[in-house]
């Protein structure tokens, strides 16, 4: 008998190793086509099958998926999304080539330039944030003025907050512009500029597959100009009302953007007006959402997407009612990263289901203001929200690491930065580089 595969185009490092273990569960042999299939470190295994090749030319996957077709019976085809959302939609022409269930290109490509997704939206009476779309300095300056400041500069296409920023006055303002438009910041083509009005109060996601809205989470920041995230909690704290206005909102997105196929994830702030779409994603959010999700619920986002992917029926019932959190790992400055320790006292906390670290040692660090600043995660769960966050900040406690850093003047300098709730304070032992605890008017750590 024919061996079933499933195509996966390109890697990523917090899901996709959790792709390769559903597709053998299912009894499929993952393939990874990649450009360069060493940047995943799950992919290093014997046993996984990578072919090397430029995923951003779609006749040249059609190319390899045809060979491919030649040993194996391809189940299905998906694909993980890096800076560039558009290769979504690459996926979903790759799955039109050979006849297999995917996603609507045209769905996904309106969905990806948030300028077009903003103006769908706001067709369709979706509350959103005022936004402008600027190409040159003048534009911007223009743009920001009738929103007024704060304002929030981003591209018009890409993820993982990659050049979003708060502009709080003119100087921020004005060097935001020329770090997009200067030439630091990466354009696939003309540069377009999102401005939006500073959409102020919590934040949340919505989970979807499909039409179906799985779950609420919420996230907590660090500290502003930048997006990157310190921590998160599922389900939210939000009352039957509350979380029923964010779902009808879900699916007047999904409606509007002709979605509904296989997962979205969908992004809110509440404001005085309640929730307002800060974005709409076509695909699965990223670590750890799924993760949060199955602990919780007992619904496995990544397995019940590859059954959607291989034309099977997905099973969406829920099975149990816990309270998951997640903590970020994040550096406080620049630098060369000496050690990281105690990953594995923090996994053998009773609780914590999953310690993931980004980095080794003598990794450059470099913080960008994105998803990419985060060099690894804690998950954990239990039956309740305190106790599943004093499980997190005991197991967040165990994690050091040091970083060295040069400064202007070539001095040495180190740097020992676990995660800390908002409001704690950081006493370090430079001696032993180990980092304390001391003060928290967060609580509970709660997020």
């Known amino acids: 008998m024919t061996k079933r595969a499933l195509i996966l185009v390109e890697g990523n490092r917090s899901t996709g190793e959790l792709y390769v273990k559903a597709a053998k569960r299912l009894g499929l042999h993952p393939i990874t086509l990649s450009a360069d299939p060493t940047q995943y470190d799950y992919l290093a295994a014997d046993d996984m099958e990578t072919i090397r090749v430029d995923t951003d030319n779609l006749d040249a996957l059609i190319s390899e998926c045809s060979r491919v077709r030649a040993t194996y019976d391809i189940a299905g085809i998906t694909g993980f999304t890096g800076l560039d959302e558009l290769a ?12 297999l269930p995917g996603p609507n290109p045209s769905s996904i ?30 534009d911007v300056q223009s743009c920001a003025a009738e929103i007024n400041l704060p304002v929030i500069l981003k591209p018009a296409v890409g993820s993982g907050s990659s050049g ?73 704290v939000l009352t039957d009302v509350e979380q029923k206005r964010i779902a009808d909102v879900s699916l007047s997105c999904l409606e509007a953007l002709s979605l509904g196929w296989g997962p979205s994830n969908i992004g809110f702030r509440w404001t005085r007006r ?26 496995d986002l990544v397995t019940e997407h590859i059954k959607v992917v291989i034309g099977e029926e997905s099973d969406l019932r829920s099975t149990r009612s816990h309270v998951a959190g997640a903590r970020f790992l994040l550096p406080e400055g620049d630098g060369i990263l000496d050690w990281i320790d105690g990953a594995s006292r923090a996994a053998a906390v009773e609780g914590v289901s999953e310690v993931k670290l980004h980095v080794q040692p003598k990794t450059p660090i470099v913080r960008e203001g994105d998803y990419r600043d985060t060099i690894g995660h804690v998950i954990a769960a239990s039956p309740s929200r305190p106790q599943t966050d004093a499980i997190l900040q005991h197991a967040v406690a165990l994690i050091d690491w040091s970083i060295t850093s040069v400064s202007a003047l070539g001095e040495t300098e180190h740097a020992v930065a676990p995660y800390l709730p908002p409001g704690a304070e950081m006493v370090t032992d430079k001696g032993t580089h180990r980092s304390m605890l001391v003060k928290s008017s967060a609580g509970d750590d709660a997020v």
């Open 88 to 99: 979504y939609a690459t996926v979903g022409k790759l799955c039109r080539s050979f006849a």
């Open 274 to 299: 309640g929730p307002v779409v800060i974005e709409v994603n076509p695909r699965l959010a990223g670590a750890p959402g799924p993760q949060m999700v199955k602990l919780v619920y007992g619904i």
């Open 109 to 138: 490509e309106r969905c990806c330039d948030k300028f077009t997704q903003r103006q769908i939206l706001a067709e369709a009476g979706v509350p959103m944030p005022a936004y402008r779309l600027a190409s040159n300095a003048a």
């Open 164 to 236: 979003v920023l708060l502009c709080r006055d003119v100087d921020e303002l004005a060097k935001h512009t020329i770090h997009l438009l200067g030439g630091k910041h990466k354009w696939r083509a003309s540069p377009r500029i999102l401005v939006e009005e500073f959409a102020q109060g919590p934040y949340y996601w919505a989970d979807i597959m499909g039409n179906e809205v799985i779950g609420i989470g919420g996230a907590d920041f660090g500290r502003p100009p930048h997006f990157v995230h310190r921590g998160c909690t599922y389900p939210a």
